[in-house]
């Protein structure tokens, strides 16, 4: 990737909402989901891999920093949703099947696409939307943390 092009992102996600960070996740995972169908058409076993693991690495973290208590009812839903998808997931390498992919990404647009209305709303309503941990919280759970490329 161009140095130039690395920084304009890395400016980008530096200086983002947290719902637009919470948006931009959700479009990764679904961009990564469709990057292990591909590689399953093409026969590329490593490629899968990756793209599924950095999906898995990306549910894991909305997951881990899920706020329920702030998040209300969808916090509830989406503290089932987030570990039945990761649940799903091992099963595209486990059998090389698009299917768990498919299934996860219907699934994830939509709240890809609720959390960039939200984004776009400005900061005051991605705040009021909840379902982000504020900051200096800790995760229920530890996790590593998620790079994510672009």
Same mark, same amino acid.
Do not use: C
């Given at each position: &990737?161009?140095?130039?092009? @690395? ?8 200086? @983002? ?22 590689? *399953? ?32 009812? *969808? ?9 039945? &998808? ?18 996860? *990404? ?34 229920? &759970?530890?996790?590593?943390?998620? *790079?994510?490329?672009?």
């Amino acid at each position: &990737m161009d140095q130039n092009v @690395a920084k304009y992102l890395n400016q980008q996600i530096m200086t @983002a909402s947290p719902a637009k960070l919470v948006y931009l996740l959700y479009d990764k995972a679904i961009s990564s989901l469709r990057e292990a169908i591909a590689a *399953i058409e093409k026969g590329e076993i490593e490629a899968r891999w990756k793209a599924n693991a950095r999906a898995m690495d990306i549910l894991q973290h909305l997951w881990s920093t899920l706020d329920v208590e702030r998040g209300g009812e *969808i916090g509830e839903q989406l503290n089932q949703l987030l570990p039945f &998808m990761m649940l799903r997931l091992p099963d595209v390498d486990i059998r090389n099947d698009p299917k768990p992919a498919e299934e996860v *990404i219907q699934v994830l647009e939509p709240l890809r696409d609720a959390w960039r209305e939200i984004a776009m709303k400005g900061p005051a309503a991605g705040a009021a939307a909840g379902g982000t941990r504020p900051s200096g919280q800790q995760p229920h &759970m530890p996790t590593e943390r998620t *790079i994510i490329s672009a």
